[in-house]
Every structure is written in structure tokens, then in C-alpha cells.
């Protein structure tokens, strides 16, 4: 059974940082790329970033580059996303995700991407966990 566990949301102010984590299990998580998206209330899914299989491919979108990171420990099954200068508008679920198969491996394709759904384009995904960026 293949199973994405999200943790390390939490309230933080602004300016603050923070690491989100997703424990993986259930499948060949080395062959996989991975990804983290988010959904803010009452919007529309946005992705944020993709890390290859090996790590050497990492994409961002343009609200979080330059303040995220996302990484990943293929020994433990752990994807990471380091997230520094959080803003108020970042407050959103979080979630690590498998693309479906057509949509490829992570390449720069995915930044402008019109994505939809986490249930459209997506493959396998957590439960997510909440972020709350406020003073």
C-alpha cells in the first residue's frame, strides 16, 4: 500500500522559517520524482516544486524560488521542503505528490504547466499539513 505522510506544519510569523517533511512507503520511492504542492483556502492547487529520482533535477515555481528548497533522503524514503521568508500568503495545505505517468519526469515543463487537481494530475499524494503564516 503505498502511503505519502506529511508532517512539520505548523504556525509560524512571517519572515519565520520552516522544514515540512514526507515520509513515503509502498513503492520504489528512488524511481520516483517527487513533488510538493499546496492549496490555500478557497484556491485552486498550486505546485511548487520537483526533485528527480537522483536529485539532480530540482525545479521551482516563481512564488518559491529562491525561499524554498526541496530535497530528499532516498535512504530514509524522505522528501524535504525547506522553507525560509515565509509570507502570509504561503499560509496553505501542503502536500508531497507522484505526478500520473504521462506527465513525465521533473523538468522545467512543470513551472508553466497549467495544473489542475491533485486528483487530475496527480498519482499518489498525503494527507497534507497545514501551514499558517501569521503575526
Known amino acids: 500500500e503505498v502511503q505519502l505522510v506529511e508532517s512539520g506544519g505548523e504556525l509560524v510569523q512571517p519572515g519565520g522559517r520552516l522544514r515540512l517533511s514526507c515520509k513515503a512507503s509502498g513503492f520504489a520511492f528512488n524511481s520516483y520524482t517527487m513533488n510538493w504542492v499546496r492549496q490555500a483556502p478557497g484556491k485552486g492547487l498550486e505546485w511548487l516544486a520537483c526533485i528527480g529520482g537522483g536529485s539532480v533535477w530540482k525545479y521551482y515555481a516563481d512564488s518559491v524560488n529562491g525561499r524554498f528548497t526541496i530535497s530528499r533522503n532516498n535512504g530514509l524514503n524522505t522528501l524535504y521542503l525547506q522553507m525560509d521568508s515565509l509570507k502570509t500568503e504561503d499560509t496553505a495545505v501542503y502536500y508531497c505528490?507522484?505526478?500520473?505517468?504521462?506527465?513525465?519526469?521533473?523538468?522545467?515543463?512543470?513551472?508553466?504547466?497549467?495544473?489542475?487537481?491533485?486528483?487530475?494530475?496527480?498519482?499518489?499524494w498525503g494527507q497534507g499539513t497545514q501551514v499558517t503564516v501569521s503575526s
Open positions: 505528490a507522484t505526478v500520473q505517468g504521462h506527465l513525465g519526469g521533473c523538468s522545467s515543463n512543470f513551472i508553466t504547466r497549467k495544473w489542475g487537481s491533485l486528483t487530475s494530475d496527480f498519482l499518489w
